[in-house]
């Protein structure tokens, strides 16, 4: 019986017949094969760029620019360095970038909540919007908003004024800037206390509603707390605040802050064409939720915009977030097209003008590479993240 | 744009080996020349109505054409920006390039190219609208300006600029037709170019009057065609072709009377005329063909640029170095 067993049992094949050795071998010749794949064309490049006398290394990023920035978040001038410029696109590219994600997404849940209005207008226009704005390709739409919209604009001299100290003209936005004076900190403090206290009152009354059922008006106090408070401060201080107002000179306004044309531009373009996205998202979100959820929910006495807020909304969530996500990263490299009217972001900048002056292209896009994977990766992280938090909690 | 920069690349890492070699016999395999040109400024580089293209930097192709096949026709164009233009070479996506570029020691020493002689002596200038009422770029000071990206017109300005303790506000477009369209809608109140190209670029304005070219000349901008470090016969051959039509004009051979030329007694004439191509890999003809099909130098200065067209630049620094100008080429013999 026992020899019988031990001619059922199959004894250990050799090593090259393994199925699992088989396996581990192939794949490692297959990252062998990648490896001197990649060796190869890094050699083979560096050598032929050396042959051809073309420079090569990262050292040109300690070298003087030489050349000046349209906008930039940090100290620029021709005196700095190309590695500086790196900088200042990126910044700008993440600014843009930021922008256009948080203006889309409002933009985006207005449309898809007003997609599905019982008003027949509201929800027809909405339709026409996302339509209209979905199937036109973003490149025209960047186009139009800056030289369609530019062309429209007054010039300098005529300016649409507001106040007399916020204008608007083909240059961009102006707007006063705040200088804070003497004892200005005051209201700083008070802003920080009023945010804190805010948390805290709303912590408290939840914790209370969950006891006992009693409501508390968490939106009022909030609002007093952090608006009021640092107003009573500040006028008890003394108004410590000046205003830096733009003034017209010769070519143009000069003072104040200032929002260039390619800036606003390149904004309404990009969320106008990704909130269309976001709104089907939202839409398809909304829907997804039972009609049961609703019903149960009204018949315990809810309002209508609490249902939507505490009931259909974060059921919602989970179905949006994911989606979300690659349209926020599309936001992030589609604000690469910035180039096109002359937005200085990372393409343009550092892409465009340094590599051209410096004729690095290989360096000089790998890094441009590896900033929009950086970008995109965050993002994702942060969305993964959110994901996880909205998730539904088993019990 | 940016794929035409990628593809460049991936052929720079991958097939590099080929592009090095011999250029000629690759053109003469082809038979054609790859000429990369300006994406579009009238009386450089710019296609007419019927898609030819025209102007003087093409010309300087098509004379290598002729030289090299025999024919000024056997030329393909690709147009590029200022800031694919290195690359493309680089990468042999094209034999020549002739895009009004600036020769400085930067793209010589490093890019891994050579400038192979001068066609056109430039210098950066500026456009502004009449209305402003401005006489002079010293009345600039807080100015916005509109500018192509990748030239060393970007570099010159910051250093004018500076240098005269005034400051600008750069708008930096990627071609040069966007930068004439944002001068156009208000954007800048100058625009900044080479002063051939600010003539060239007043002309595509509804109201072309409405704007003037200011007399300063911040820069000198000597523009001429470059091509591949390290092939020295193709280098030789696009710097003796452009040599041959400036050489032409100055003896007084035309395309009308060069055939009569042929039997000159004259023995620079002759010269010119045969005898000197098997030096260059050539046949004895090509510096016949260059003038009898392209013209010499000061022709295709008049119908490009100068009287006989549109422009109506004046011959300037451009003039041959007899006549006032500091157009020279070594001799041929």
Same mark, same amino acid.
């Given at each position: ?23 581990? $071998? ?38 003087? +620019?030489? $050349? ?13 360095? =190309? ?91 102006? %707007? ?62 003394? +108004? ?24 606003? %531009? ?17 839409? +398809? ?86 900033? =929009? ?23 | ?333």
């Amino acid at each position: 019986m026992s020899t019988q067993q031990q001619g059922l049992t199959p004894g250990k094949p050799p090593i090259w017949n393994d199925p699992h050795y088989r396996a581990l $071998f192939f794949q490692i010749l297959l990252i062998i094969g990648l490896g001197a794949f990649l060796y190869y064309i890094v050699n083979n490049t560096l050598s032929n760029m050396e042959a051809r006398g073309i420079s090569t290394g990262f050292a040109f990023l300690s070298e003087r +620019s030489g $050349f000046d920035i349209l906008q930039s978040l940090i100290p620029f001038s021709a005196d700095s360095t =190309y590695g500086r410029t790196f900088f200042v696109g990126l910044l700008n590219t993440i600014l843009i970038t930021l922008l256009g994600i948080v203006v889309a997404t409002i933009l985006g849940f207005i449309v898809g909540v007003a997609r599905l209005s019982k008003n027949w207008l509201i929800a027809k226009l909405a339709t026409v919007y996302i339509e209209t704005f979905r199937n036109i390709p973003l490149l025209i739409q960047i186009f139009f908003w800056y030289f369609v919209v530019l062309r429209a604009m007054p010039g300098a001299r005529d300016s649409l004024s507001f106040m007399d100290s916020f204008f608007l003209n083909v240059r961009g936005m102006y %707007a006063p800037y705040p200088v804070p004076g003497e004892g200005f900190n005051f209201t700083l403090i008070a802003i920080a206390i009023g945010i804190i206290a805010a948390f805290l009152v709303r912590s408290w009354a939840k914790k209370r509603q969950n006891a006992t059922g009693q409501q508390f008006p968490i939106f009022w106090t909030s609002l007093g707390l952090i608006f009021g408070l640092p107003l009573i401060v500040f006028l008890l201080s003394g +108004s410590p605040l000046t205003w830096d107002i733009p003034v017209l000179n010769r070519f143009n306004f000069q003072g104040g802050t200032r929002i260039i044309p390619e800036l606003l %531009a390149l904004l309404i373009a990009l969320s106008i064409y990704t909130a269309a996205f976001i709104a089907e998202i939202v839409r +398809s979100g909304i829907l997804a939720v039972s009609k049961g959820q609703t019903e149960a929910a009204l018949s315990l006495g809810l309002q209508p915009n609490q249902n939507l807020r505490l009931v259909v909304i974060p059921q919602a969530m989970r179905v949006i977030i994911p989606p979300m996500t690659s349209q926020y990263l599309n936001l992030a490299k589609n604000s690469s097209l910035a180039t096109a009217i002359g937005y200085p972001d990372i393409v343009n900048v550092f892409m465009g003008t340094t590599l051209n002056q410096t004729g690095q292209a290989v360096e000089i896009i790998a890094m441009t590479m590896a900033v =929009y994977l950086t970008i995109s990766l965050t993002i994702s992280l942060f969305m993964n993240w959110y994901n996880a938090k909205m998730a539904l909690v088993e019990r | 744009m940016k794929k035409s920069i990628f593809l460049g690349l991936a052929a720079a890492a991958m097939f590099g080996t080929t592009a090095i070699a011999d250029t000629l016999d690759a053109v003469k395999k082809n038979d054609h020349v790859k000429c990369g040109v300006s994406t579009g400024l009238a009386g450089f580089s710019a296609a007419d109505e019927k898609g030819n293209y025209q102007g003087m930097d093409v010309d300087v192709c098509r004379a290598v054409a002729a030289a090299v096949l025999g024919d000024a026709n056997k030329v393909k164009f690709t147009p590029l920006t200022a800031k694919e233009r290195f690359t493309a070479l680089q990468s042999g996506e094209i034999d020549i390039l002739s895009r009004n570029t600036t020769w400085t020691l930067t793209r010589d020493a490093s890019l891994g190219l050579n400038f192979a002689g001068v066609n056109y002596y430039d210098g950066q200038g500026f456009m502004v609208t009449k209305a402003l009422g401005v006489k002079s770029a010293m009345e600039l000071d807080g100015a916005a300006v509109c500018l192509q990206a990748g030239t060393t017109t970007e570099l010159n300005l910051a250093d004018y600029f500076k240098a005269n303790n005034m400051k600008y506000k750069a708008v930096t477009y990627d071609t040069s037709d966007q930068t004439i369209k944002g001068f156009e809608a208000g954007r800048c109140d100058m625009l900044t170019s080479d002063q051939s190209q600010l003539y060239s670029l007043r002309i595509k304005l509804a109201k072309p009057d409405d704007a003037v070219v200011l007399p300063e000349v911040i820069s000198k901008e000597p523009l001429g065609p470059v091509v591949r470090q390290g092939d020295d016969k193709w280098f030789n051959i696009v710097r003796w072709s452009l040599n041959a039509m400036i050489n032409a004009e100055e003896m007084g051979i035309t395309k009308a009377n060069v055939a009569s030329m042929k039997d000159s007694k004259d023995p620079a004439t002759q010269r010119l005329m045969g005898g000197q191509g098997e030096k260059l890999g050539l046949d004895d003809k090509w510096s016949y063909n260059i003038i009898s099909q392209v013209g010499n130098y000061g022709e295709s200065f008049e119908a490009n640029v100068g009287s006989g067209s549109p422009l109506k630049i004046g011959r300037g620094l451009n003039a041959l170095w007899n006549k006032g100008g500091i157009m020279y080429a070594p001799p041929i013999r």
